[in-house]
């Protein structure tokens, strides 16, 4: 068992947008123990998602190494990428992403058909985790017909459902309401409380960051060191855009 | 196949109008091929059904069709003695000498009169077509009598039994109606050869000569021996060969209906891919959050391309719906679809269908792949950020 989850190196993120260069993310040092629960704040555009993203394979770095349970995922292609997310990541999104014409149930079935499993065993994992969000008595139904809040939780269990080392969540609060959000956090809390796993989310919410073992500031592409909050930060070097003369164009949400 | 099928199906019905439309506009498509092969399969079966297999056809060589043949009576004496003809009931060879010609009569749908084929036949043409007679008799041996095919029944309202018909030198009297199966054979006027021949001034010079041979092997043995007799200058072949040859007939419409379905075909294919492509840039958001989930780009192929099979089955079987009644009530009521002068059936045979419904499926192949491909290929944030 690894004990570093997520261990990144310099971890740089530079998009080109036309002939504009943007910093989203720069020589970030960053290292997340098993049963860690981490909150990623900072401003929009601050590079926080990019990490996050990163952290899924869902991008590549543009230099720096990220290893992610001891995997150079930078390295695989893109159906070792697709088979690793499905083993050893649970990824939670902002507008939760469920498939519209697929019930709760088959939803989070989904990620269990990659799977050798039997349809029975697909369905009582499926149901296991749908109760342990709460949802056992709406497994027939389908997104249309479930609040914020439930898509939310359906949206969790099937990041579960695979039971994945890793659960990064992106802004999972963020279009729901106060009581969902407080549901869906302690949801989250309890996934690494009482099951161990190692879970970050991306929040410009204080409050729902307030849930986590531990914060760590990003401003402008640049994380910040641990234990460090926004107030004694100065930048190192000026927010970068290499090519002058635009000052409007941002970094990357 | 590793996202369920159920996803494609289900998100055809979800936009249940865009998938109804192009699903008709397939349809269309492919009811068009449809009705040109049943077309093409009725009068084939017609003609199949029409040759006897060990009849053999002779004509007067360089002549395409018994119409424009010229058959000397003295030539049918020297047939009649090959070897491998078979032998009738009257122990004389299983031989008819025929004249052909075309006669004008007014149908109901055209009173100005279309052309129908007669046929003036001996004993032995009679004997050798399987024919039973529904209503009437035969007629009789030198007198200006006429037995009708059935479609002729159906089709021209001034030729039913006890009609008079004006034709040759004088006037006939309808005495009886055929009936030869799904034959071409009920598409014609059968007279007595020797009153025909008297009438339309060709006693010795005739139209052509139907033989029947013992066996099959005896069959083709006597087609080479007739086609290598320099002496006779006769043209030899099975009835079945002639009436498939007659076939080409109906190419200038098959022709013509597969262009049209062809250009229909690559209308409905744009019509499927922007629909395609509609769900694609709709779903682009999906498509995002399956990838993360760990689905391969190969199973978002698959899926979009299952999808757009799908919707191409759907049309194929609206298709196939379509022209199914033009099989169905020919037969019921008894409704002859003519071409030229033989009537026959439209037939939507399992195989046509089967067709159409491949031919619907190449058209969702060629409207999916490059969605299908795109959908594939995009990059995974990109597709979480499109609405």
């Known amino acids: ?253 | 196949m590793k996202i369920p099928l159920s996803y494609s199906i289900r998100n055809l019905a979800v936009r249940r109008t865009t998938t109804l439309m192009t699903a008709l506009g397939i349809a269309a498509t492919v009811a068009v091929l449809l009705a040109v092969m049943a077309l093409a399969e009725g009068l084939r079966s017609a003609f199949a059904a029409t040759g006897h297999p060990l009849h053999v056809l002779v004509t007067r060589k360089g002549s395409d069709s018994e119409l424009s043949s010229n058959f000397e009576r003295r030539v049918f004496q020297d047939l009649l003695y090959k070897p491998g003809i078979a032998s009738g009931s009257n122990g004389q060879p299983l031989a008819s000498l025929e004249m052909v010609t075309v006669i004008n009569l007014p149908a109901a749908d055209n009173p100005d009169g279309v052309n129908v084929t007669l046929r003036g036949v001996g004993p032995a043409g009679i004997e050798m077509r399987d024919l039973a007679m529904p209503q009437g008799r035969w007629f009789e041996s030198g007198k200006r009598e006429a037995v009708v095919g059935k479609s002729i029944l159906a089709r021209f309202p001034t030729a039913q039994v006890g009609d008079t018909l004006r034709f040759g030198k004088g006037e006939w009297q309808i005495v009886g109606v055929m009936d030869g199966g799904r034959s071409a054979v009920n598409s014609e006027v059968f007279v007595d050869l020797n009153q025909a021949a008297s009438d339309f001034d060709r006693s010795s010079v005739l139209s052509s000569a139907l033989l029947r041979a013992s066996d099959e092997l005896a069959r083709n043995a006597l087609i080479n021996d007739l086609e290598t007799d320099q002496r006779l200058n006769v043209a030899a072949r099975t009835e079945r060969d002639y009436y498939a040859s007659q076939m080409v007939a109906s190419a200038p419409i098959q022709f013509l209906g597969t262009f049209v379905a062809i250009i229909m075909a690559i209308g409905s294919s744009f019509a499927c891919m922007n629909t395609m492509y509609a769900a694609v840039a709709r779903r682009s958001k999906e498509i995002g959050t399956l990838r993360v989930l760990g689905f391969s780009q190969w199973s978002i192929l698959t899926a979009f391309f299952l999808e757009s099979l799908a919707l191409a089955a759907i049309g194929g079987l609206l298709g196939i719906v379509l022209v199914l009644p033009l099989s169905n009530v020919s037969t019921a009521i008894g409704s002859f679809v003519s071409f030229s002068e033989v009537s026959f059936n439209l037939s939507v045979t399992p195989s046509v269908m089967i067709t159409g419904l491949i031919f619907a499926l190449v058209m969702g192949v060629l409207g999916g792949l490059l969605p299908a491909r795109m959908a594939a290929r995009k990059e995974i944030l990109n597709a979480l950020r499109d609405i």
């Open chain 1, 1 to 253: 068992m690894q004990d570093v989850v997520i261990e990144t190196r310099k971890l740089t993120k530079i998009y080109k947008r036309d002939e504009f260069e943007v910093v989203a993310l720069k020589e970030a040092d960053f290292t997340l123990r098993r049963g860690d629960f981490v909150a990623l704040m900072g401003p929009s555009g601050s590079g926080k998602s990019t990490l996050l993203h990163l952290a899924a394979a869902m991008d590549k770095p543009t230099s720096g190494s990220i290893r992610v349970l001891g995997e150079d995922i930078a390295a695989l292609r893109d159906r070792e990428i697709a088979a690793w997310r499905n083993r050893h990541v649970g990824f939670v999104f902002q507008s939760f992403n469920l498939i519209p014409v697929l019930t709760a149930h088959e939803n989070v079935e989904l990620p269990l058909k990659l799977m050798r499993m039997t349809r029975q065993q697909r369905e009582e994992h499926s149901r296991t985790a749908l109760e342990l969000v709460g949802l056992g008595d709406r497994v027939g139904h389908f997104p249309r017909q479930l609040s914020g809040g439930q898509e939310q939780r359906v949206a969790i269990a099937r990041a579960i459902v695979t039971d994945p080392d890793l659960i990064l969540a992106d802004e999972p609060t963020g279009n729901l309401d106060a009581n969902s959000a407080q549901e869906v956090l302690t949801l989250l809390r309890r996934l690494n409380e009482e099951f161990g796993k190692t879970v970050v989310i991306v929040t410009h919410d204080p409050h729902a960051a307030r849930f986590a073992r531990g914060i760590r500031y990003i401003e402008k592409g640049e994380l910040l060191p641990e234990g460090a909050t926004p107030e004694d930060w100065t930048p190192a070097t000026p927010f970068a855009v290499t090519t002058p003369g635009n000052p409007k164009s941002s970094a990357q949400a």
